[in-house]
């Protein structure tokens, strides 16, 4: 069974940076479509960023694009997601998820999740 664990929230002013990690063991990230999901308080987990098996494709939230990435490097069993001009708004809970085996990255925008990592924070200050 594949454990996610993630890390690099944290606090930040506005306009600031912030990489999440997500370290996957007990197995490999390699069949498996990978994402992002956040929520904030009193709101429900929404998508923020998905990435294919072969990282050769990605899928971002409208807030998002232009201000984060994501990546991922199989060799590692990692899962990356950059932010770069943070806003208030971005503040929440991160979560990182993993699709179903070879599932398509489209599984992960229709949030057709097979595991959620515990999630790491990140707050933003105007």
């Known amino acids: 069974q594949v454990q996610l664990v993630e890390s690099g929230g944290g606090s930040v002013q506005s306009g600031g940076s912030l990489r999440l990690t997500c370290a996957a063991s007990?197995?490999?990230?390699?069949?498996?479509?990978m994402g992002w999901f956040r929520q904030a308080p009193g709101n429900e987990r929404e998508f923020v960023a998905a990435v294919s098996m072969t990282a050769k494709t990605t899928n971002y939230i409208d807030s998002v694009k232009g201000r984060f990435t994501i990546s991922r490097d199989n060799d590692k069993n990692t899962v990356y997601l950059q932010m770069n001009n943070l806003k208030p708004e971005d503040t929440a809970v991160y979560y990182c998820?993993?699709?179903?085996?070879?599932?398509?990255?489209?599984?992960?925008?229709?949030?057709?999740?097979?595991?959620w990592g515990q999630g790491t924070q990140v707050t933003v200050s105007s």
């Open positions: 998820v993993r699709g179903h085996p070879w599932g398509h990255i489209d599984g992960i925008v229709h949030s057709e999740i097979a595991a």
């Open positions: 007990g197995g490999t990230l390699e069949r498996y479509a």
